[in-house]
Nanobody, 128 residues
């Protein structure tokens, strides 16, 4: 049985940093592209970042470029999202997603429907 579990959320002040983790089990981690999405109250779920199975390529939403970094450690079956210079508008529930895809490039990393497994989410709150 596949599980993806997020952790690392919390309450921070604007300008602070936070690192989210996503631990996967029950799958061959390196065969899965991984992604972060987020959803704020009253808004649709939106793409944040994605990374290919071997971690060679990463993709970012424009609003996080230069502030967030996605990475993965396939030896630990874990993906990370380093978030720097957090803004109040970054507050949301952050979700980890996994797609069975070992390609070197992802054609549509921003499409939620591409992903096979989702975590329950971790709350990030940013105070101004």
């Amino acid at each position: 049985q596949v599980h993806v579990v997020e952790s690392g959320g919390g309450l921070v002040q604007a300008g602070d940093s936070l690192r989210l983790s996503c631990a996967a089990s029950g799958l061959t981690f390196s065969s899965y592209a991984m992604a972060w999405f987020r959803q704020a109250p009253g808004k649709e779920r939106e793409f944040v970042a994605a990374i290919t199975g071997r971690g060679v390529r990463s993709y970012y939403a424009d609003f996080v470029k230069g502030r967030f970094t996605i990475s993965r450690d396939n030896a630990k079956d874990t993906m990370y999202l380093q978030m720097n210079s957090l803004k109040p508008e970054d507050a949301a529930v952050y979700y980890c997603a996994a797609e069975l895809n070992s390609s070197r490039n992802l054609r549509t990393p921003w499409r939620p429907d591409d992903y096979d497994y989702w975590g329950q989410g971790t709350q990030v709150t940013v105070s101004s």
